[in-house]
């Protein structure tokens, strides 16, 4: 007879704990010895890729940063085909030694997104896991314009060279709107997700930028750190906001800035005109921020 393996990805160890699933529809799930109650190594990533293709090139990634998940709650997350890690960001008194992050597939859209939302938000209220306060809920999204790196002037090479013209006006925004941000977003600027200012520098792997609510110092994707989930309502229009800002950048920033003639009577040079693309995509993530918490009962000033 063939032994049930653990549900993780990338594991095919025997399983060791067993429990139904709703994600399998009540049928029994597996867990190994080590990952009923352990998690892999920080860094660890995910392999899965679920979802259909989509024209604009759209990949989505996840983190679940958790104080805890019982064994419900591991199981129901991995039937949702997340990794848990080790994150030594993550701090709780209570749960201290239990903290988990919960790694999920790489999704291509925002259907998965969208059903795991109602998912979570149901092993949250029976206390299946624990929101962990010290940090939020990461989301990475890339797009073909973001992944495109052939040199300097593609991809994110490009948003790093304009980062402060591109999210200083929408974070300014976010400041004067606390309440709207903290709806849509889940919480206000943090140690982890500080604000965008104009002294922001931004460079590949650079540290001060790596933890400002958007870090653009991966080489292909934007990460949104500034995201937490409270509901499945706030953090899904949360992600698609986030989804659109990116999409706004690549599309009235990245496709644009290497134009093969330029208006000289409007702009005096290359730099002038990019500048201007960076504007406009800004006032596109503003547009964005400002129909995303309106839609949760919001108006923006």
Request: aromatic share 10%; glycine share 6%; charged share 25%.
């Amino acid at each position: 007879m063939k032994k049930a393996t653990c549900m993780v990805i990338g594991c095919n160890c025997e399983g060791y704990k067993k429990i139904s699933v709703d994600r399998r529809g009540g049928r029994d799930g597996w867990l190994c010895a080590t990952h009923y109650n352990d998690n892999e190594w920080y860094g660890t990533g995910n392999s899965a890729v679920v979802g259909t293709t989509k024209v604009n090139g759209i990949m989505i990634g996840a983190e679940h940063e958790l104080s805890y998940a019982d064994l419900k709650g591991r199981m129901e997350l991995s039937a949702m085909k997340a990794v848990p890690t080790n994150d030594s960001s993550l701090t709780d008194r209570q749960y201290r030694g239990q903290e988990v992050e919960f790694v999920m597939p790489t999704m291509r859209g925002m259907n998965k997104l969208s059903k795991d939302a109602v998912s979570i938000e149901k092993l949250f209220e029976a206390g299946h896991i624990e929101a962990n306060d010290s940090c939020g809920t990461h989301l990475h999204v890339s797009t073909e314009g973001t992944r495109d790196n052939r040199d300097n002037d593609h991809g994110m090479n490009a948003v790093r060279r304009f980062y402060n013209s591109l999210f200083v006006p929408v974070t300014e925004v976010m400041k004067r709107n606390p309440e709207a941000t903290k709806a849509l977003f889940g919480r206000f600027f943090t140690h982890y997700a500080p604000e965008v200012t104009m002294t922001t520098r931004c460079h590949e792997g650079h540290n001060e930028t790596r933890y400002a609510w958007v870090n653009c110092t991966n080489s292909n994707r934007i990460e949104w750190r500034l995201v937490k989930f409270r509901t499945a309502k706030q953090y899904v229009t949360c992600c698609k906001a986030c989804v659109e800002m990116t999409k706004a950048v690549d599309k009235w920033f990245i496709q644009k800035f290497n134009p093969e003639k330029i208006d000289t009577t409007r702009y005096a040079d290359i730099k002038a005109y990019r500048k201007h693309c960076a504007e406009m995509a800004a006032k596109k993530c503003i547009e964005i921020y400002t129909k995303a918490c309106k839609e949760l009962g919001y108006e923006v000033q």
